[in-house]
């Protein structure tokens, strides 16, 4: 079913009119910036973050809720169907970005044009960081279904540093994080037999808050992530879904047995 979206009401903080002028004076190649219709069509309106469902797991929970009076109406609630692009590799970039709900793959292009994941956001994560010091993005960010993000200024971030002490240390903390993340996904993933590999994946990308489930990947996808072929991640997950350990319970929603996947993903011991 194709995704749509909901024209942003009219009593929004930020007019439509201005989103469009902001994007028009971007000094960036065509090439090289998501189409003005894709951004006007994924953008749903300034961001509540006083109220925001993530704001306890996300960058902004080190805030007082007095401080969201200086910069909240210039955070953009964006929504992205399955494969849209957030931000493509070596793109420069203003923005960003809080996921709200749903995944983002972040990819690199490999010397011989192949495209790698080298890991997955989920809810409560910041992406995007290396724009804050005015590198270029380093990943091709792209949704895997449907995604709701709230796109953060850097501007915002570098004002309300100057006036909240915490909000240096939470971003810090969420840098960290960043790189771990990576790190745990080469070590997750890179090795073992690829049903282990496949159990940790998917371990990793389920949500005990959300009843364990998880929005599977397309295949092609979960390939990429284990760095195998499409067909071999295909009939892994078919065995996973006939041992019972993927329970279907919606259009590509599954709930995880947990405990079975963790005994599949311990890594074999030297006889």
């Not at 090289?32 to 306890?56: I, L, Y």
């Not at 002490?165 to 090795?191: C, I, K, V, Y």
Request: glycine share 6%.
């Amino acid at each position: 079913m194709e995704t749509t979206f909901a024209s942003p009401p009219s009593t929004t903080a930020i007019p439509l009119s201005n989103l469009r002028k902001s994007l028009a004076r971007s000094k960036e190649p065509a090439a090289s910036r998501m189409a003005h219709s894709e951004v006007v069509n994924a953008w749903r309106g300034a961001s509540d973050c006083r109220n925001c469902g993530v704001r306890r797991i996300a960058l902004f929970g080190a805030l007082r809720m007095e401080d969201f009076d200086t910069f909240h109406q210039v955070i953009d609630d964006m929504q992205y169907a399955a494969g849209q692009q957030l931000f493509s590799e070596g793109q420069r970039g203003d923005w960003l970005y809080t996921i709200k709900t749903g995944y983002v793959k972040l990819e690199r292009v490999l010397p011989d044009g192949t495209r790698r994941i080298t890991r997955v956001a989920r809810r409560g994560d910041l992406i995007g960081l290396e724009c804050f010091i005015h590198e270029p993005y380093m990943h091709h960010a792209s949704a895997i279904g449907a995604v709701r993000v709230c796109r953060i200024p850097v501007e915002v971030i570098r004002k309300m540093e100057e006036q909240v002490p915490n909000l240096r240390q939470e971003f810090l903390e969420r840098w960290h994080r960043a790189l771990r993340d990576t790190d745990e996904w080469a070590l997750l993933l890179g090795s073992g037999a690829i049903p282990a590999r496949m159990a940790r994946l998917l371990l990793k990308l389920a949500d005990p808050e959300l009843n364990d489930t998880i929005t599977l990947p397309k295949r092609s996808d979960l390939g990429a992530m284990l760095g195998v072929a499409l067909e071999t991640a295909s009939r892994v997950i078919a065995q996973f879904e006939r041992d019972k350990l993927l329970e279907h319970v919606g259009p590509r929603l599954f709930r995880i047995n947990r405990p079975a996947l963790g005994l599949i993903a311990q890594p074999e011991r030297a006889a």
